[in-house]
């Protein structure tokens, strides 16, 4: 399969959330709070939802 | 084989731009009294350590090279080096000052350091420059794709509010980092010397981090967008318009640096000691 270069922008995107979560996983076992989890939901939605709506758009003009 | 002006303009920038890394680098790790570069234990993960520092340099390279083949593809290879070394020098630049002047006490308040990091850029790690580029090519390509019908500066601060909304959650982790470390006692991957009574913090972290956040991202887009669109880069030449965006980068930054400036005499009298949701307590 061929990858699409319109969505490297957005998988590096996510792959750059996702490396952060794992830190604060790590950060939140570490000092038993999992406020940091909480964080990762709630202050980043507007760029988890713009790349939601990126990645409809991009979808929605291949089709 | 002859090469073409974009490939020659690639090779020179990166010639130009080595030497200051492996300078910067040879001096943080082999004569940190030269910058007085202060010693904190940074957050580690497996051991040596080294093999920690080089994992993490070589996974960021990797990613940006990604990113880099994505500009080469959509934007060419002369545009996609300006906006690399631009990203780069804009936020190091910016990064470097801030840290310097809390370090020499030429700041009104205490800054910041990093901890670690195996390449540096003057007292930058090079994770976190290629991450200011990477963060700042996304986030604009997120903001055209969902708003094509805006102009560059509409994008630059729609990315600009993107990044700050991921930082809000990436800074109060990463400094916090060091108490999931292999070592005892370690800090986290950035430490904030200014003291919380001294500042306004959102979830415990100096809010003028996130504005500047918010201005770097955003004024360099500004720039970029500006100076480096096909009109203008027909109108002047490419030599021409790569002198021009790199000369205003000082520019930039001194606007920056005002902006903050002026941000921390307006709100720090009213809001020193002001914690908005300390991380502790949500």
């Avoid at chain 1, 939140?28 to 940091?36: C, D, G, L, Q, V």
């Avoid at chain 2, 910067?24 to 940074?42: A, R, Y």
């Avoid at chain 2, 055209?144 to 102009?151: R, S």
């Avoid at chain 2, 010397?193 to 001294?198: E, I, M, T, V």
Wanted: charged fraction near 10%; glycine fraction near 6%.
């Amino acid at each position: 399969m061929k990858l699409n270069n319109k969505y490297i922008p957005i998988i590096v995107l996510i792959l750059f959330y996702l490396n952060v979560l794992r830190s604060a996983v790590d950060v939140a076992i570490a000092e038993n709070n999992i406020s940091y989890i909480i964080l990762g939901i709630t202050a980043p939605l507007p760029f988890l939802i713009a790349i939601v709506i990126a990645l409809i758009k991009l979808i929605k003009k291949e089709n | 084989m002859k090469l073409e002006y974009d490939d020659k303009f690639l090779i020179i920038v990166t010639l130009i731009f080595i030497p200051v890394v492996l300078i910067s680098t040879i001096l943080h790790h082999l004569f940190p009294e030269v910058l007085q570069v202060p010693k904190v234990l940074g957050p580690y993960f497996i051991e040596p350590m080294w093999l920690d520092l080089v994992i993490m340099d070589v996974i960021t390279v990797i990613l940006a090279i990604i990113v880099i083949y994505h500009g080469f593809k959509t934007q060419g290879k002369y545009k996609t080096t300006c906006f690399l070394y631009g990203a780069i020098i804009f936020a190091g630049l910016e990064e470097v000052h801030w840290i310097l002047l809390g370090r020499y006490n030429l700041s009104p308040f205490e800054t910041y350091i990093f901890t670690r990091g195996g390449l540096w850029f003057l007292e930058i790690p090079i994770y976190t420059c290629l991450g200011w580029f990477m963060l700042a090519w996304c986030c604009n390509y997120v903001s055209e794709v969902i708003l094509p019908n805006k102009n560059y500066i509409f994008h630059a601060f729609v990315a600009g509010i993107l990044a700050v909304s991921l930082d809000l959650w990436i800074d109060p982790v990463m400094v916090n980092l060091g108490s999931a470390s292999i070592y005892p006692n370690s800090a986290g991957l950035w430490v904030w010397l200014s003291d919380p009574k001294d500042t306004f913090s959102v979830f415990s972290i100096p809010f003028f981090n996130f504005l500047g956040w918010f201005l770097v991202i955003t004024l360099f887009l500004i720039l970029y967008g500006h100076v480096l669109n096909d009109n203008k880069i027909e109108i002047h030449g490419k030599t021409k318009s790569a002198l021009i965006f790199f000369g205003l980068i000082p520019v930039f930054i001194g606007i920056t640096t005002g902006i903050l400036y002026l941000a921390s005499l307006c709100i720090t009298p009213y809001l020193a000691g002001v914690d908005l949701i300390p991380i502790i307590l949500l």
